[in-house]
């Protein structure tokens, strides 16, 4: 299988990193309009071509999926040209500036028939996953809310991601959408009804936002609370860090484990984590993206998923400009 990547960044570092642990893999193509990055890359994972579009791979070489990394007004256009040509895609989250762009590309999709998936890579790690399970099982009963975080403590990102025109949103685009789509993983993908957001930029000079909070509520009645941040003088927890209360039992993330009563659950997770963001994550999440595209299987989270993370991403954005709570349609 012939994988190409779009962007030469610190996230497609990850990726390539991940392919190459693959079987039966060969990374063949990076594409930049930075030859200077495009060739380190290169370089460092035995890459044989190198690009400035994808209009321009797609034409000089045979390539089964593309990874998008690029910065997120790239998102839609090289994505939708690389489904137009029958190239499986896996595109960094968001999954493309607004929710408009997400649809398109989910339609390019499934008018080619090539797969899409979003890389919401929580969950695909073993304590996500173990409390997915928990839910599954009906050890905490019918969960009533969540509570998740997706902010950095002290820290922010530099560059594109500070600039409206190329990232679309801030902390809540950013960092907020993990925890909000490890929510909506936990709760087995509810549909929205509606979103409340108070949305600010309190820190920075940027002209996107540096704090949030946001509150979901999902069909079924469950309600999720989420805060996003950059350089924010707390955090709760790490990111995706969820809390589910249910009317049976407590669970939450990172510290991991399940409370009923006064019964503890501890699954033997280690906290804190020496990475909280570990390779393993990014090759798990690799290896089922590649299993997809050999089964023809369509992956989750795909392309309606990440439509629908979209969706409230915008939702919250409007209501924070509103005041109002936004239906979300």
């Known amino acids: 299988m012939k994988i190409a990547f779009a962007g030469a960044g610190f996230i497609i570092n990850i990726h390539a990193q991940a392919a190459r642990a693959q079987k039966d893999v060969e990374l063949i193509a990076v594409v930049d309009k930075f030859p200077e990055k495009a060739r380190s890359l290169a370089h460092a994972y035995s890459i044989k071509y190198q690009f400035e579009t994808v209009e ?7 390539v089964d999926a593309l990874v998008v990394g690029t910065p997120n007004y790239l998102h839609a256009p090289q994505t939708i040209a690389a ?8 595109a960094e989250k968001p999954m493309a500036m607004n929710s408009s762009e997400a649809y398109q590309m989910l339609e390019a999709s499934q008018k080619s028939g090539a797969l899409l998936m979003v890389a919401h890579c929580w969950r695909f790690d073993p304590e996500v996953i173990w409390l997915r399970h928990q839910v ?9 809310r969540t509570k998740g975080y997706g902010v950095h403590e002290r820290w922010g990102p530099t560059g ?8 679309g949103g801030g902390a809540m685009a950013d960092v907020g959408i993990h925890a909000l789509d490890t929510a909506r993983f936990l709760l087995g993908d509810p549909q929205p009804e509606s979103v409340y957001a108070r949305i600010s930029t309190n820190y920075t000079d940027y002209d996107v936002d540096d704090t949030g909070i946001m509150i979901v509520s999902w069909q079924g009645g ?7 941040g950059w350089w924010q003088p707390h955090m709760d927890g790490p990111e995706a860090a969820t ?14 484990y399940r409370m009923e009563d006064s019964h503890k659950v501890d699954p033997g997770f280690i906290y804190p984590r020496k990475e909280h963001c570990p390779q393993s994550l990014y090759d798990d999440q690799m290896s ?5 595209i050999g089964e023809n299987k369509k992956p989750v989270p795909g392309g309606e998923e990440g439509w629908v993370n979209m969706k409230i991403i915008d939702a919250a954005y ?3 400009k509103s005041g109002s709570v936004m239906q979300v349609k």
């Open 83 to 90: 489904l137009n040509a029958g190239v499986h895609v896996m």
């Open 160 to 167: 594109w991601f500070t600039q409206r025109v190329f990232a």
């Open 222 to 228: 469950v309600v999720s609370y989420i805060e996003s």
């Open 288 to 292: 089922y993206f590649i299993q997809c």
């Open 318 to 320: 409007e209501s924070s």
């Open 136 to 144: 599954q099982q009906g050890y905490l009963g019918k969960i009533i």
């Open 56 to 62: 321009e791979m797609l034409k000089a070489c045979h």
């Open 243 to 256: 809390q589910l209360y249910g009317s049976k039992a407590f669970g939450q993330l990172f510290p991991t």
